[in-house]
């Protein structure tokens, strides 16, 4: 009878296990993910993701997340940059990708902010410039040029 007990409690605790490494299942919703050695942006890149795959959590620390990818790179990134929702990459119904949504499209729209979206709100905005939103985009900043940023402000990581 024990036995039995224990062969009940065994599957049940197995079952959960199961499902809850299932639930753990999220996309990635940054354009370019890294994935580093330990939960910190300081953490050595050890691999990327692109926005729309999906990966396994494995483990929390605070706001980071250790993951792995299907293509079995693994490691922290922060919750910030994963996403419970799915997201498809392809041209809807076997039609021309090259007129689908292009990646950035397709960042904005998994924000809820689409080129339209944008549009009206400049149209209701016009004394705004966006000139510097679109240019900072486009920065791309180093670890080491981060790193130095912080150790010149005397600020922690």
Sequence with gaps: MKRNRFLIAAALAFALA???VHAAQMSVQ???GVLRDKASFLGKPVGNVAYGDRVDVLASQGDWRQVRA??????WIHGSALDSKRVA???ASGGD???AASTDEVALAG???SQEVETAYKKQNR???YAWVDRMATFKVTDAEALRF?????LEP
């Design 150 to 154: 912080l150790q010149e402000g005397g």
């Design 30 to 32: 940054v354009q370019n």
């Design 18 to 20: 199961t499902a809850a």
């Design 89 to 91: 990459l392809s041209a």
């Design 70 to 75: 299907a293509s079995g790179a693994a490691g």
């Design 97 to 99: 990708v090259r007129l």
């Design 127 to 129: 004394s705004l410039d």
């Design 111 to 113: 924000k809820g902010f």
